[in-house]
């Protein structure tokens, strides 16, 4: 029941560019995950690969492509794979990231020989206002599931001594009123309803607003236990706009209302 109320949420919480293609990785098995790593001359587009189970698995990476017509998307053939790797429990595999092709292209994954979902392959690097020297890593998505909506930026992809700090970081010209993130340690599957957040916020401090006027906030990253392998903790965000109504007069009020949510993982691994 967890997996299909994730696998709902992820169909549900698309770009538009891809509202008719189900993004998502339902395998309990793995995690994919991809990170730009800040190093002393460039940033480094990486494709994490993490076998969770305690079995070998056997991966393999395609390109799915589309065209658009019309409202509807058709499958471009390609027979191209990006990546096939043997993957030993708890084996952490960091890839070149593939370059993107196309406005219209995925990642197709296969576990021992069966699809187990797909992924938006995204080559955009985070905005030069959004890394910062104290930051090493940066995402915009989340282990087997979508985008972010913001980036995230990490001290260390591994579980460290004493006190973490996430940076969260949207773009110039953000096109909601604002956004709200909660961030908890664990892995939150149950609830299959995202909770309220503007009104949480009147009592939870640890909820944060995001906006045009306050681009950046920087945050303890949450206590995780050592011994879990890898530990996940969770990003529940919630989207505000602007909007309005008629009374019975018909005349228009301005009104806030939620343009929607998402619940994303992010992974922190053991140290090798």
């Keep these: 029941m967890r997996h299909f109320l994730l696998v709902i949420l992820l169909v549900l919480q698309l770009p538009a560019r ?21 190093q002393p001359s460039r940033l480094m587009h990486q494709m994490l690969l993490y076998n ?88 915009a998505s989340s282990a087997n599931s979508g985008q972010l909506g913001y ?5 260390s992809l591994y579980q460290q001594p004493g006190a973490a700090r996430l940076a969260l970081f949207i773009p110039k010209g953000y096109d909601e009123e604002y956004q709200l993130v909660r961030i908890t340690a664990g892995q939150d599957t ?4 995202l909770p309220n957040l503007d009104s949480l916020r009147v009592i939870d401090a640890s909820i944060i607003r995001l906006d045009n006027q306050n681009r950046r906030a920087v945050v303890p990253r949450p206590a995780l236990p050592v011994s879990a392998a890898p530990a996940l903790f969770t990003l529940e965000t919630q989207y505000m706009s602007n909007s309005y109504y008629y009374d019975e007069q018909k005349v228009r009020h301005p009104r806030l209302e939620s343009g ?12 090798p």
């Design 18 to 38: 891809a509202s008719q293609i189900a993004v998502g990785i339902w395998s309990k098995n793995f995690l994919a995950w991809d990170v730009w790593e800040q």
């Design 151 to 155: 980036w995230l930026a990490l001290e």
């Design 190 to 193: 149950l609830g299959s309803h």
């Design 52 to 139: 969770k189970a305690s079995h070998e698995v056997a991966l393999e990476v395609r390109l799915l492509r589309f065209r658009e017509v019309n409202t509807q998307f058709e499958t471009v053939p390609t027979s191209k794979v990006l990546f096939r790797v043997k993957l030993q429990p708890g084996q952490l595999q960091q890839l070149k990231y593939p370059k993107q092709g196309t406005g219209h292209d995925y990642m197709e994954f296969f576990e021992n020989g069966q699809r187990v979902g797909v992924q938006e392959l995204n080559g955009t690097p985070p905005p030069a206002a959004a890394v910062q020297p104290d930051f090493r890593f940066y995402s």
């Design 260 to 271: 929607g949510g998402a619940r994303r993982f992010i992974p922190v691994f053991a140290r």
